[in-house]
T-cell receptor, first 109, second 113 residues
């Protein structure tokens, strides 16, 4: 079956760096997405990786290794507003998105 | 403001009643989706439409139906609601020619009693 694994919850300190991991087993691969979802709100797009390597976008970076079925989202200079759930999703061979359950990130002052 | 709009934002419904969740987008995206989100689970695809006039079943389609008469609208209907359909429902759209990033509506919180 298809599976996306990510930690349920993580805690980090304001100003620090945090890495949220995502491992996947899917039928084919056509890209990996990271979304941010604040409590009670809709998910919003953060990043997209289809080739191996690191994609940097401001304080957020996303890494992909297709051979390992692995990605991470790196958040630098954490701010209180970064407290949210972070969703990993993989697009499979049918171009459908398979979603992880999300990682709830708690930022402490 | 361009985007995707869902209605209602919240609804309490008696079991056995019929309910339609509305979704409209003005971005001219070809693909639209309905997801449900439950605590501890990932977003689960209910139905999707790759283009106006076509629809397809997702991971959890039972008890739900959709239609796509035009590009902008993609309503989701629960013919006879059951308590297990209590959830937050998100409509989303994407333009597959532009990478397929999903844009989500604000969600509809449905409680079936």
């Amino acid at each position: 079956g298809q599976n996306i694994d990510q930690p349920t919850e993580m805690t980090a300190t304001e100003g620090a760096i945090v890495q949220i991991n995502c491992t996947y087993q899917t039928s084919g691969f056509n890209g990996l997405f990271w979304y941010q979802q604040h409590a009670g709100e809709a998910p919003t797009f953060l990043s997209y990786n289809v080739l191996d390597g690191l994609e940097e976008k401001g304080r957020f970076s996303s890494f992909l290794s297709r051979s390992k079925g692995y990605s991470y989202l790196l958040l630098k200079e954490l701010q209180m507003k970064d407290s949210a759930s972070y969703l990993c999703a993989v697009r499979d061979s049918n171009y459908q998105l398979i979603w992880g359950a999300g990682t709830k990130l708690i930022i402490k002052p | 403001i361009a985007g995707i709009t869902q209605a209602p934002t919240s609804q309490i419904l008696a079991a056995g009643r019929r309910m339609t969740l509305r979704c409209t987008q003005d971005m001219r995206h070809n693909a639209m989706y309905w997801y449900r989100q439950d605590l501890g689970l990932g977003l689960r695809l209910i139905h999707y439409s790759n283009t106006a006039g076509t629809t397809g079943k997702g991971e959890v389609p039972d008890g739900y139906s959709v239609s796509r008469a035009n590009t902008d609208d993609f309503p989701l209907t629960l013919a006879s609601a059951v308590p297990s359909q209590t959830s937050v429902y998100f409509c989303a759209s994407s333009n597959k020619e532009e990478g397929g990033e999903l844009f989500f509506g604000e969600g509809s919180r449905l409680t079936v009693l």
